[in-house]
Structures are given as C-alpha cells and as structure tokens.
C-alpha cells in the first residue's frame, strides 16, 4: 500500500512563490512516476507537472516557465516549485504515482494523496 501526503499550500498573494512537497511511504518510490495534478471548484482534475523515473519532466501550459518539478528518491519525496502566482492557481494540489507513460492522464494513475489548499489572493 502506497500513502502519498502533499504539504506545503497555503494562502498567498499573487506573485508569490510556494513550493509543495509530497512525501511517498512506498519502498520502490524510484520506480515511479510522479505527477503533481489540481483541482478546482466546480472543475475536473487537471495536470500540472510529472517527473518520470529518470527524471524527465513535463509541464502543463499553465504553468509552464514558471514551474519546477523535481524528486529525492532517498527521501521519497516530491516536489514542485510554483513562482509568480496566479488568482487561477487557486486549487486544491494532489500528487499521485504512475507506471504509466501517460502520467498527463488521472486514470493511469495508482496511488493519491489527499492533496493540500493553494489560494492565491489578487
């Protein structure tokens, strides 16, 4: 049984920076890709970054130039940096673990936290 727990949201104002972080109880953590997803009011679960196992990284267009997703497998922990900060941002922010190559889509997904509140203020 994998448990995934983000941490690391909060309330902001525009412009700033968070960086969230997932920690990962699972002994083959650096067999896994890791994605970070978020979901808003009213919306469906969005993509916003994955990292693979070798540590290739993809990004939506949203946050995309301002975004920085990375992994320590010795520690198994997830991370991902978000700057400059939007009203649009505000979501609720879930990590979860694939095996899959097409860790852009929730449903190869395995394993989720139980994901951490960013809102940004304007």
């Known amino acids: 049984q994998v448990q995934l727990v983000e941490s690391g949201g909060g309330l902001v104002q525009a412009g700033d920076s968070l960086r969230l972080s997932c920690a990962a109880s699972v002994r083959t953590f650096s067999y896994y890709a890791m994605g970070w997803f978020r979901q808003a009011p009213g919306k469906e679960r969005e993509f916003v970054a994955a990292i693979t196992r070798t540590e290739r990284t993809s990004y939506s267009d949203s946050v995309k130039g301002r975004s920085t997703i990375s992994r320590d497998n010795a520690k198994n922990s997830l991370f991902l940096q978000i700057n400059s900060l939007k009203p649009d941002d505000t979501a609720v922010y879930y990590c979860?673990?694939?095996?899959?190559?097409?860790?852009?889509?929730?449903?190869?997904?395995?394993?989720w936290g139980q994901g951490t509140q960013v809102t940004v203020s304007s």
């Open positions: 979860g673990t694939t095996r899959s190559v097409a860790f852009r889509q929730t449903d190869y997904y395995d394993y």
